[in-house]
């Protein structure tokens, strides 16, 4: 697999083979990595200013590709009130402006929020409890491990989310469940959207092994005719269609903007609007807040 960083910038993708219905979403607003410092419990002007404008704009979905909250200090480790204070500031931030303005919200777990290294189990208890207080207000087609993994239904399209906090593949018993998940919607939705916090392959400096990194991820996403992968974690807004796939990674609205792999400037603070067509085409777009 070619492992080189992505291109920056709008790109526009043509239909896919499942996107074959009409309906909502059309638009949906894309934000990651939304943390600053180790325990910090509240936001920068970047994160503010986007949720207004997003709230302003009203989007039919908006998705987190994680880093909510800025956990994973190694020592001292944060305690179950700082874990709560924190998740707090997230709700008061982005959680309540969306949920009072009628907005869905999906969100995956960053490393910051839920780390699957050992030692951070109880910020996994801690992302857990949260969660539990989003109500999207979405069906749900598989929620068993929610909200680690799970897929939802957003009008025809269907958002997978994945557990993908630790460089590699996924787990064995989820990525078979992915796989059969794909399987069982292929041609029935407008588009299928995966999303998760590590992207396949580097997009930014300093991160390159900060990836999933393996073909058999493509293959799956590939097969299961999903639209796009969507992710986090590297700081850098990028777009690019690897086979029938378009990759989007999203700019960080928190703190440590990297450079994209091949710059030497460093990538805006951003979030990312994506567009469905009716013929399930995909356009997607930086935005800086």
């Known amino acids: 697999m070619d492992r080189r960083g992505f291109v920056a910038g709008a790109l526009a993708a043509g239909a896919l083979p499942s996107a074959v219905h009409a309906g909502h979403p059309r638009r949906i607003a894309l934000i990651s990595d939304l943390n600053g410092s180790y325990g910090s419990t509240g936001y920068g002007r970047p994160v503010h200013a986007a949720i207004a404008r997003i709230v302003a704009d009203r989007p039919d979905l908006v998705i987190v590709a994680g880093d909510m909250v800025a956990g994973q200090r190694a020592a001292p480790k944060l305690t179950g009130p700082e874990l709560a204070a924190m998740w707090a500031g997230f709700d008061l931030a982005v959680a309540a402006p969306l949920r009072r303005a009628g907005i869905p919200m999906l969100a995956v777990a960053g490393n910051h929020d839920a780390s699957a290294y ?172």
């Not at 997978?160 to 996924?170: A, E, I, Q, R």
């Not at 029938?244 to 703190?255: I, K, P, T, W």
């Not at 450079?259 to 399930?280: H, M, N, V, Y």
Request: no cysteine.
């Open 118 to 289: 050992p030692g951070f189990e109880a910020e996994r208890r801690a992302f857990a409890t949260a969660a539990a207080s989003w109500q999207p207000g979405l069906p749900f087609v598989a929620d068993r491990a929610w909200p680690f993994h799970f897929a939802a239904r957003a009008g025809d399209v269907l958002v997978v989310g994945l557990d993908v906090t630790v460089p590699g593949l996924p787990a064995p018993p989820q990525m078979t469940w992915l796989r059969d998940l794909l399987a069982a919607g292929r041609g029935r939705n407008r588009a299928i959207l995966v999303v998760g916090h590590l992207p396949l392959v580097p997009v930014a400096q300093g991160r390159e092994r900060d990836i999933i990194g393996d073909a058999a991820f493509q293959r799956v996403l590939e097969t299961g005719q999903a639209a796009a992968y969507l992710s986090g974690h590297h700081h850098a807004f990028a777009a690019r269609r690897i086979g029938s796939v378009l990759h989007v990674a999203q700019g960080a609205l928190g703190g440590g903007p990297r450079k994209r792999i091949g710059e030497t400037a460093r990538a805006p603070q951003s979030f990312t609007w994506l567009e469905i067509s009716d013929s399930g085409g995909l356009t997607v777009r930086e935005v800086l807040p």
